[in-house]
């Protein structure tokens, strides 16, 4: 068997490794083989289990996840997403869901609380010990994206005046169900946190010594109502495994680990991401949000960009005449507005990312400014250029329009560059500005952006075309 | 001092705390009492250290730097970025610099060099040990962004005959360096990854018990050329705190601990929204990247969409008389491309966001393409409606353009049903075939989609306007 095991690590990557695992398992439930299928899913990891779960479509699902021990049971269905963790709850007994929600760690049972319909909370809440139901009652109301919401209750506390010796028998007594063994909070009589003690720090340590001399009372923490990105800031800059979380009275109350910051982390770019795109943010992935919800997440920008673009329309009517006189200059409005646009999204995406990975601050404002403006003239006489060589060539003589003459093709030409620096220059202050007043400098993305450089880019483009073509 | 501490605690926040602690080292830097100000450092935490060095602008960085004790220092060190690591690098002496790097983890070490100009490279590698040299090197070698170049070798390894006793043992005597003592790799004679065991199994086992029998088998692995993204996702999917590398013979070469992923996840993060927004990934920071450079990564796309463009000239070139008959067309051509440019933006964001977490599969695109469609429909007639109201009242009856009719409203609001419907279908799909055929989704976003969009949404414009306004 280790044999064929190192055999299989030495040509294979773990990928292939999986699929051959999944495929087995779904060849055992086709031949019905439960008691082999059983012994399988136990052997294996409860995330793959959980993939394997999530592939069975029909009914047999909840059926084959009631094969896993107690234990198992428990921690493929922290793995689960919600639509299945709902399809398991309503097929299975109130007993059985008790055992599973009371060996659930306390977050991922927030977690899951927060995304079922309200029918199934009232279920499990129901089914759950008082003292289950009263911890996650009270991890329900903390601010939704706060620490508490996200936090454990489930640490190892010890106290200044044990050994190491003794600390380690308190781990060994209550770590089995903690979320993490490996960072252990010191906290006084009063449940004040007095500091942070590792089991690396315990290991290396003569058996005698007593935590208080081991700690360290430079601990790192967050507070209950502290914002997750905040949080999760901390962890990443202090490399930390997990963090402490206190109440107002600096009493330990809960710790978050990092596996948990890697959702938040997940949760909060795809947050940006959208809201850079114009969009609300959702809390729900794009797979399992319903039709209307995605309506209301995008139309209110929608609506709000397309009355914005009245202001081009007012301009673009006001000069209907001169335009008229020079009709070849309508071909390349939407050109100019698309560079104006696209030039000034990449410097504001560019800043956006920029200040939320702390890498530049609002007091930067005057270095960045210098920066784009620089930037924007190198890319603003490179766009300038080429397009002065394609309008002669490639729209005036391959195209054959006779009306660009040298006059139109530079009239196009020097409004790319003043275009592209507005729009580049605006684009990097824009976030800026709205960091500094307490707004998500994300908002200030591409669509907003855009509709604010097409009436600058028309105003700079008809100015243009009256000095040199005199209309 | 612990009651004082305990007050504060319950008084502030983590941030206050660190910034009284900055300005109380700043005041004995001003003030030159340079033993307390050590001693001060030596308490800190190395990041709050690296942060407060990167704050004194002038030359007398360096020396406080090396104020600090030998293992403070390479940890400082790391947390440093390579603007100031290159002034401490200038400014110590060979045997200093020695010193550090030999006490720097690998990978941190292996990053620095990547991002140092070559002749501090050079000088770093001549001061190294043969054997550090030899490491690095071989570090250096592997691919770009691969599991190998952000693995580390200071794991712990145990064999599967030794006993729980045994392995505490080795863990206490080899563990002080190594990056992780958490996770410790079982592997045989021939370095062939054998299993997996944890300092929790091992404290919560019986002393004589063998590593063989705790040890999970299942081990969830890299390979060295495997890329970092797919790491990071196997650490995120699994919960790890460290997994596995192992080269093409299945034998153990390095690690990869959570928080070097959390590094990967920024820096991918960063990469995706770069090209979303129409520019090619950079991997310095925004900060650190000089304006050639900056240049050189946006003009590209600029170009590429500004010729792009001469789909939409020649459109309307060859419109040209047409639109100079119902004048009042033009001025909402910027409005209707601008809300297809927005709208498919919106879709192919949620879509490649949400293929890039896992949420959407290639094989899903029929029900991403009906989902799309029924926002669309959604989107399209709110902004129909919105619009057919708004131009009468605020063009027509409020601005007094006299040219918006009934038929010129009704023209234009038909137009933003369909195009919007278009550009959210097509803003959905284009993602979907890019991983299909393997390119990068990410660049399917907002730029290529406005400039497809803005031709497609002129001809829509154009044939009903041809036959609502017969013209």
Excluded at 95 to 101: D, F, K, N, Y
Excluded at 184 to 206: Q, S
Excluded at 242 to 249: G, W
Excluded at 272 to 296: H, Q, V
Aim: include cysteine; proline fraction near 4%; hydrophobic fraction near 45%.
């Amino acid at each position: 068997m280790d044999e064929k095991r190192n055999l299989e690590l030495q040509e294979l990557d773990y990928e292939t490794l999986q699929e051959q695992r999944t495929d087995e398992l779904s060849e055992l439930l086709e031949s019905r083989e439960m008691k082999k299928l059983q012994l399988k899913m136990e052997e294996l990891n409860e995330f793959d289990v959980a993939e394997f779960l999530t592939e069975i479509r029909d009914k047999r699902m909840p059926m084959v996840f009631r094969l896993l021990s107690k234990e198992k049971a428990a921690e493929v269905f922290s793995h689960l997403e919600p639509p299945e963790q709902e399809r398991i709850i309503n097929s299975i007994t109130d007993s059985e869901l008790a055992g599973i929600v009371e060996e659930m760690y306390v977050d991922d049972a927030v977690d899951m609380m927060e995304e079922l319909p309200a029918n199934v909370v009232k279920r499990v809440m129901r089914t759950a010990t008082p003292e289950t139901r009263a911890i996650i009652n009270q991890y329900l109301h903390y601010p939704e994206n706060s620490a508490g919401s996200i936090m454990t209750s489930e640490f190892v506390d010890l106290k200044k005046y044990m050994s190491v010796k003794e600390s380690f028998a308190r781990i060994r007594r209550i770590g089995e169900d903690k979320e993490t063994i490996y960072v252990c909070f010191v906290t006084d009589a009063a449940r004040k946190l007095e500091g942070v003690v590792t089991v690396k720090d315990l290991l290396l340590a003569d058996p005698d010594t007593e935590v208080g001399e081991l700690m360290d009372r430079n601990v790192v923490f967050a507070t209950t109502t502290e914002d997750q990105e905040s949080v999760s800031e901390k962890i990443s800059d202090y490399d930390l495994l997990a963090i402490p979380v206190v109440d107002k009275e600096g009493r330990l109350v809960g710790l978050v680990t990092v596996d948990d910051i890697i959702d938040v982390m997940e949760q909060e770019t795809t947050e940006d991401i959208e809201k850079m795109a114009g969009m609300m943010p959702s809390d729900k992935p794009y797979s399992r949000t319903g039709i209307l919800e995605i309506w209301k997440n995008r139309v209110p920008w929608l609506l709000f960009l397309m009355i914005s673009a009245t202001f081009t329309s007012v301009i673009l009517t006001h000069f209907e005449d001169m335009l008229a006189v020079q009709a070849a200059l309508v071909a390349f409005i939407p050109m100019l507005m698309g560079t104006g646009g696209n030039s000034g999204a990449q410097a504001s995406t560019a800043v956006i990312r920029s200040l939320s990975l702390g890498d530049t601050e609002p007091k930067d404002v005057l270095p960045v400014m210098w920066k784009e403006l620089r930037v924007a003239f190198l890319c603003g006489l490179t766009l300038s250029a080429v397009n002065f060589v394609k309008m002669l060539l490639l729209d005036g003589m391959l195209l054959g329009n006779d009306e660009i003459t040298i006059a139109v093709a530079a009239t196009v030409s020097i409004s790319i560059l003043f275009i592209v620096m507005f729009a580049k220059v605006v684009g990097s202050m824009l976030p800026i500005a709205a960091e500094k007043i307490g707004v998500d400098p994300a908002v200030m993305a591409n669509p907003l952006i855009s509709t604010l450089t097409d009436a600058v880019s028309l105003l700079i483009y008809i100015h243009i075309a009256r000095i040199i073509l005199h209309i």
